[in-house]
């Protein structure tokens, strides 16, 4: 059965003159194709009359009985529903050859609930159309419905085309929105043993030939059972969190990261917390990223116009990272290493900010003790060991971080003055070989850096021109690597020493028509040791 009512979720409404309703049967099926040819119309049609109103045309189509009522949930379709809107009156085509009247339409009929109307606000209502204005809202609602109290499982979907054409298949349109759309999906798994999972996707995309666009928004939540008390209240704790992630990295000029809120996730509630959100438009200020929290340890990855990054920390430290102090001083003097390697490199400013935030951030929210390590080797060094030799280590878990990409720098005129490619990468390995028995222990800590870096530049500050072939071209590699060992026996240590190895090497080459007429090598060595004890 077919009907017709207002999309009251996404404005308000007035009486307006009524129309003959078979007239407006008549319409309906002709707009709708074979689609409707099968449905029967009995329904009423009202204004919009609100300021912020989109002036275009909704149209509901329900395949449902016309006694059956929405349920609040939502958990039924396929039902579009239709509605007009204040703007110029939407005729629909009279002649398969002229364009088809653009119409709102949701695959399930909304029933006033908080999520649906978010979506039509940030659809509709929304004075940007950015990642971020889109995203606005919508994870907390998510997360505010699977965290309710309930004895079943979740299950909830909905679907809204911004611009679909009523001239064509509208299950297809629908289906086709995960199709080119930038999707956020977030899992989390509890101790319990329970997942929910949630997910929403933007399609901003306009449709190929012959096909209804499918330009609008998806949302879904689910969960595999009902969650505890502690769970749910751990589930709703993410939600401003969730908000300010995504509102960092939905910025379309400059994306932020801000892990804040999802780092501080309840351990002893949550065994994993998995964010990725993937985003097909080519060269787009955000084209991918990845969070992995949980027992294993902890990872991000991040792709976008700035270039790519990919860090990973381990679950615990080796022993323990002493105190506060000691971490964040650590974590102070990686900075100053990354810096420096940037100055050097020339690489990109908004990339190396990303890189340095998601560092300190998934350091500073790293396990502080080894307690839950599983019993091996460094569970064999005594207790009162450890507090010798802790003082000694950087304090920080180990890990692996890089970065690379293309950078580009303007000279005082704004003319590109150079351009390149950085590759940098920072590492932390700790070894340990104990003997409880023979009450001997060895620990060997290792950091290590890498950085590339290839860029050419125009002479005289002037505007660089590649295919003139009159130009300098500069390559830096750069390689350091310090080592602690340490030995003990009878919990007394015996040794501490660090090893400093540095290596740096910087090519200056003048080309001058597409020829190098001089070649400059610059190259720095440094080897320290220092006694720790």
């Not at 026996?489 to 190098?516: F, G, M, P």
Request: no cysteine; proline share 5%.
């Amino acid at each position: 059965m077919t009907s017709l009512s207002l999309l009251s979720a996404a404005r308000g409404a007035v009486p307006t003159p009524s129309m003959d309703r078979e007239v407006l049967r008549q319409r309906v099926q002709e707009a709708g194709g074979d689609a409707l040819a099968s449905a029967s119309t009995a329904a009423a049609v009202q204004t919009g009359a609100t300021d912020d109103a989109v002036p275009t045309a909704s149209i509901i189509w329900s395949t449902q009985s016309q006694d059956r009522a929405v349920p609040p949930d939502n958990t039924y379709g396929p039902l579009v529903s239709v509605a007009w809107g204040s703007g110029p009156k939407a005729e629909l085509p009279d002649s398969p050859a002229a364009e088809p009247q653009r119409v709102q339409a949701w695959a399930t009929a909304p029933a006033g609930d908080a999520i649906s109307r978010q979506m039509a606000h940030n659809e509709f209502r929304s004075t940007e159309r950015t990642l971020a204005s889109q995203w606005n809202g919508l994870g907390s609602a998510l997360l505010s419905m699977a965290s309710a109290p309930s004895t079943s499982p979740l299950n909830y979907q909905q679907t809204l085309l911004s611009a679909a054409d009523p001239t064509q298949p509208l299950k297809e349109q629908f289906d086709r929105l995960q199709k080119g759309a930038t999707t956020v999906t977030l899992q989390i798994k509890t101790r319990s043993g329970q997942t929910v999972d949630l997910q929403i996707a933007v399609n901003r995309q306009p449709g190929a030939l012959g096909e209804g666009s499918s330009q609008g928004l998806q949302v879904s939540v689910s969960s595999t059972g009902p969650l505890s008390e502690t769970e749910r209240r751990a589930l709703a704790a993410l939600s401003q969190g969730l908000e300010d992630t995504l509102a960092g990295l939905g910025d379309a000029d400059a994306p932020e990261i801000d892990l804040s809120g999802l780092l501080a996730y309840d351990r002893s509630a949550f065994s994993q917390l998995n964010l990725d959100i993937q985003n097909p438009t080519a060269s787009a200020a955000l084209g991918s990223f990845a969070l992995h929290l949980g027992d294993g340890g902890s990872s991000l990855s991040y792709q976008g116009a700035a270039g790519k990054m990919d860090l990973r920390l381990d679950a615990t430290p080796p022993f323990q990272t002493g105190s506060a102090q000691q971490r964040q001083a650590a974590i102070a003097q990686q900075l100053q290493l990354i810096d420096a390697a940037a100055d050097r490199s020339h690489a990109d400013e908004k990339l190396v900010a990303l890189f340095k935030s998601s560092f300190s951030q998934l350091h500073g929210a790293a396990p502080t003790t080894a307690g839950d390590t599983p019993v091996g080797e460094t569970s064999a060094v005594d207790a009162a060991l450890v507090e010798k030799v802790q003082p000694l280590l950087s304090g920080l878990v180990d890990f692996e971080a890089s970065f690379s990409g293309d950078f580009s720098r303007d000279n005082r005129w704004g003319n590109v003055n150079e351009q390149g490619k950085a590759q940098y990468a920072i590492s932390q390995k700790t070894t340990v070989d104990a003997d409880r028995k023979e009450k001997t222990a060895g620990i060997i800590q290792t950091q290590s850096e890498q950085l590339q870096s290839n860029y050419a530049k125009a002479r005289y500050d002037g505007a660089l021109d590649i295919l003139s072939g009159n130009f300098d071209r500069y390559a830096i590699q750069d390689h350091r690597t310090v080592s602690t060992l340490i030995s003990a026996a009878d919990n007394k240590l015996t040794s501490a020493v660090r090893s400093t190895d540095r290596q740096q090497l910087e090519t200056h080459e003048t080309v001058v028509k597409h020829r190098v007429v001089d070649r400059r090598e610059t190259p720095d060595q440094q080897h320290l040791l220092t006694l720790l004890m």
